[in-house]
């Protein structure tokens, strides 16, 4: 089992460009979630998904969107960058039946918006 | 706002003493869970503590929970160099729901 694969791992963009970043996991979860780490800020959810077709905004969704089309896949787009969402990404994925809550996540994104 | 707090923001100890972390949280909760987050890497799920339960343990893991002073606490028994790592808390207002996470504590072990 991969778990849950986040890429790239670096990226460097100027402001207003666009990107995706992408993120799979094959433990068949219903549910994932992309976080967003700062300095001294923790984790702030950005947005999440309970299924395919389903997402909704989390704490800091400004700037960001998200589809699920497939259990599988949970890609956040940033439409026009900017340096303020210079930051290290987390997807984050879990199994809602068990319902246990523990999270499950990727290695990170770390993204720099000059 | 972020719904778990964490004090101390960093602690730095000597390979085998105790470490001990606290978190705080706002509103009422059904569980709050610890993470632990090493240097560069994701995060990886320590243990969970539902709101009707007072004391877990796992390992060298004991964490607390006070849901009347809405605070929970992780020690860290006999710590080791590969204990060293961030750790935050973070909960759930309900079963399934998403979980809001604190600032984290940096803990260094030395050897």
């Known amino acids: 089992n991969a778990g849950v694969t986040q890429t790239p791992k670096f990226q460097v963009l100027k402001t207003g460009q666009s990107m995706t970043l992408q993120c799979a996991q094959d433990?068949?979860?219903?549910?994932m979630s992309w976080y967003r780490q700062d300095p001294g800020m923790g984790l702030r959810l950005i947005h999440y998904s309970v299924g395919a077709g389903i997402t909704d905004q989390g704490e800091v969704p400004n700037g960001y969107n998200v589809s699920r089309s497939t259990t599988e896949d949970f890609p956040l787009r940033l439409l026009s960058a900017a340096p303020s969402q210079t930051s290290v990404y987390f997807c984050?994925?879990?199994?809602?039946?068990?319902?246990?809550?523990?999270?499950?996540f990727g290695e990170g994104s770390r993204l720099t918006v000059l | 706002s972020q719904q778990g707090e964490e004090d101390p923001q960093a602690l730095s100890i000597q390979e085998g003493e105790n470490a001990t972390m606290n978190c705080s949280y706002k509103?009422?909760?059904?569980?709050l869970q610890w993470y632990r987050q090493n240097s560069g890497r994701g995060l990886v799920h320590l243990i969970l503590i539902r709101s009707n339960e007072r004391e877990k343990h796992s390992g060298r893991l004991r964490v607390t929970l006070d849901t009347s002073k809405k605070s929970s606490s992780l020690l860290i028994t006999a710590s080791r160099a590969a204990d060293t790592a961030s750790y935050f808390c973070a909960s759930s207002k309900a079963a399934g729901n998403k979980l809001t996470f604190g600032g984290g504590t940096r803990v260094l072990v030395k050897p």
């Open positions: 433990m068949n979860h219903e549910y």
């Open positions: 984050a994925s879990r199994d809602l039946p068990k319902n246990t809550g523990e999270l499950f």
């Open positions: 509103t009422s909760i059904n569980n």
